[in-house]
């Protein structure tokens, strides 16, 4: 099992909403190197939900890899703004995958999950936060036993 980061704005779409939903397919990813770790996820990898614009920003939930590999339905939509022209049903550009909901946690921000990354790693390091990542399994099982680094 791998473990991932899905950063959202919490305004946009928040571990609550997952919640209500149970599952979801976390789309309109445009980053290539994004796309590329949806990619690689698989069936039963966890994922914890961050909240990104959020004051403070952190981790507010787990969620879980239920679907892979499915075809972006937004880069088909010419009304959204995840579309791309270049795409087309035979030849997607952009994959997701569909998690559903597992716990949603008292928020850890940003401040205490810098104690807890490596300083090396995209979350902590500004200007580098994509909006999928991959997370060391140490740092994982830190964060799902104690939900936090203190």
């Not at 099992?1 to 899905?6: D, E, F, I, P, V």
């Not at 949806?38 to 239920?66: E, K, T």
């Not at 104690?115 to 997370?135: E, I, Q």
Request: charged share 25%; net charge positive.
């Amino acid at each position: 099992m791998a473990y991932w980061l899905l950063k959202s704005e919490p305004e946009v779409y928040s571990i609550l909403d997952l919640k209500r939903e149970g599952k979801a397919i976390w789309d309109g990813v445009r980053n290539y190197q994004a796309r590329n770790y949806l990619m690689r996820m698989q069936l039963g990898d966890l994922c914890f939900f961050y909240h990104s614009g959020a004051n403070p920003p952190g981790i507010a939930g787990l969620c879980q890899v239920v679907a892979t590999h499915i075809p972006d339905p937004t880069q088909f939509d010419p009304t959204s703004p995840y579309f791309d022209p270049k795409a087309t049903r035979e030849k997607p550009r952009w994959y997701t995958v569909e998690v559903a909901f597992l716990e949603a946690w008292p928020l850890i921000p940003l401040a205490e999950l810098r104690a807890c990354f490596p300083p090396d790693h995209p979350l902590v390091k500004k200007g580098n936060r994509l909006s999928v990542m991959p997370v060391p399994p140490e740092v994982a099982e830190k964060l799902i036993a104690r939900k936090g680094c203190r």
